[in-house]
């Protein structure tokens, strides 16, 4: 009997092994515009045959490990590095959790010697690694179709996962916003879209604990410029620092000018590593009022004021500010937030949300 089953396990290890091999054999040949989108549709796949073997096997649950390992050892001995066992069990991990969705998200076709129409997964394989380990569905999209969009590269894409790009961005929305950030990723038609909460600073290198001035703050973000549009967001422009206009023979500095191409205005950034008090937004009120009058021209949009704080007082903007005004306090943070904290806020957040719909659809 236990060499039946030892025949059987080969007969199967090979078969499996034909099917995979046929798979990389015409992926290699398929002349593609897109490498990486080929080499992730043969992940997918590879995950795909090993799922059908494993729930078409009766003695998976004595062999499974076995048979991977096999597999392993064939494939590489014919391909080369590239096949471990680590791999192909992302491969399945990999199937898994984009089955689920991949008819109604992708276009999966399959190879065959009839039609040799290819899957266009959007990103490379490494990109999907990252993306796999998001247990949140809404989440994995969005960073996948902000990869695409934004053109980000791996270690990019690590970074702003790390941020919690998405719940910060999140938080700073409201509920139909939070929605479409699944859907269509990042898009930028208000002010508000700039916002997130908090703005993550981590990559100036200065220690959340240390003493610092608001010049060697600005000095900083200067010097690391790159990484501070790329965490401002989109359509983002640098025009200067330390922007000087006079006023009746007085002189005044705006301390960051940049312009957004995406809303045509011009955003002034004031930094403050103090309390952020009501003189500070009256001043910035100032500021954005003088660009508006004497600076925009007629075809842009009003200009946008953002106050970049330590710490802010929601209360003390409202009741300063016009409920009109194109100004914004933003909190920063010189660490990575705590990813699960900010999970649990847009929890308690969206739930909030939908208990003050159900309570208004019973009153109306």
Sequence with gaps: MKDKHNSHELQRIDSLYDKITTLIEQARKSIVKNVNSIETYCKFETGKYIIEDELD???????????????????????????????????????TVYSKIVNSVYEIHHYSHKNSHQHYFTLSWSHYLILMRIEDHDERRFYEIESFNQNWSVRHLQRQVASSLYERLALSRNKDDVMRLANEGITIEKPSDLLKNPLTLEFLGLKPDSSYSENKLEEVIINKLQMFLLE???????????????????????????????????????????????????QMQMYVNYFDRYVKQNYEKPTIGILLCETKNDSLVELTLPKDANIYAQQYALCLPDKKLLKEKLKEWIDEFNEQNKISETYS
Excluded at 234 to 256: A, C, H, M, P, Y
């Design 57 to 95: 096997g009766k003695y998976r649950a004595s062999y499974g490990k076995k048979v991977l390992l096999l597999l392993s050892e064939k494939l590489t001995n014919k391909y080369g590095h590239g096949w471990s066992v680590e791999t192909l069990t992302l491969c399945r991990k990999f199937y």
């Design 232 to 282: 401002l967001g989109k359509g983002f422009l640098f025009e200067s620092r330390q922007k000087r206009f006079t006023f009746d023979e007085d002189n005044f500095f705006v301390d960051l000018v940049f312009y957004n191409r995406l809303l045509q205005c011009y955003v002034l950034i004031d930094l403050k590593t103090d309390k952020l008090t009501h003189q500070d937004l009256g």
